[in-house]
């Protein structure tokens, strides 16, 4: 696939991402904007879970871009621990939404543990995007959250063994969501999903090419 760094600015921070198109596909590209974990977890842009789900949205003809949140790696700003990241999802998504060659409207979002978090609690921040992929979100982003209303095509993903996200909690908030909602369960995997990168981005793709076709 091929990478370009680019940068770009949400409410006065500019944040470094890594834009990706696939080589052997014409254009406009369905796109997809993928958010990394809890800095303080290892999660930035380039953590193999990230990169793994890049290459696979690739092989399905996606263009993706991965970006650092305000404060990690390159980018500016300051990290606020979710009070202002919801912020940094719209921007990049508008990003994708108007970048040359991408189908703007065949976008979606997908984003893993901490920017799971920030997608739920800042729901109305994703509108540009027509499905959802949430992979291990804390449990108390779910409660209460507008995607109990929401409509787009989403899919959960969590490890077996996850014991901040538990897959028996999961599945019983989802069970109060308006469809279409997936799930998916990713045997003997944590919180983590160490060692299971490839069948999580895998699922992911896979999911995409449907909700977006």
Known sequence: MRQSAISFDSKRASLDGVLTTPQELPPP??????????PTLGGDMDSPLITAICRAADAKGFATL??????????????????????????????MKRWPDMDGKRLALVAYS???????????????????????????????????????PKLYIVGQNDKISPTAELQRVLDEMADPVNFAEIPDADHGLIGHEGQVADRVADFLAESLN
Do not use: M, W
């Open 66 to 95: 991965r970006f650092n949140f305000r404060g990690v790696g390159s980018s500016g700003g300051e990290f606020t621990n979710g009070d202002r990241e919801h912020e940094d999802v719209k921007a990049a998504l508008n990003v």
């Open 114 to 152: 901490f920017s799971a978090g920030v997608a739920l609690r800042g729901l109305k921040q994703t509108r540009a995007a027509g499905s959802l992929v949430l992979i291990a979100p804390p449990i108390s982003s779910l409660q209460g959250s507008r995607a109990k209303r929401d409509k787009r």
């Open 29 to 38: 590209y369905p796109t997809v904007v993928v958010c990394h974990a809890h």
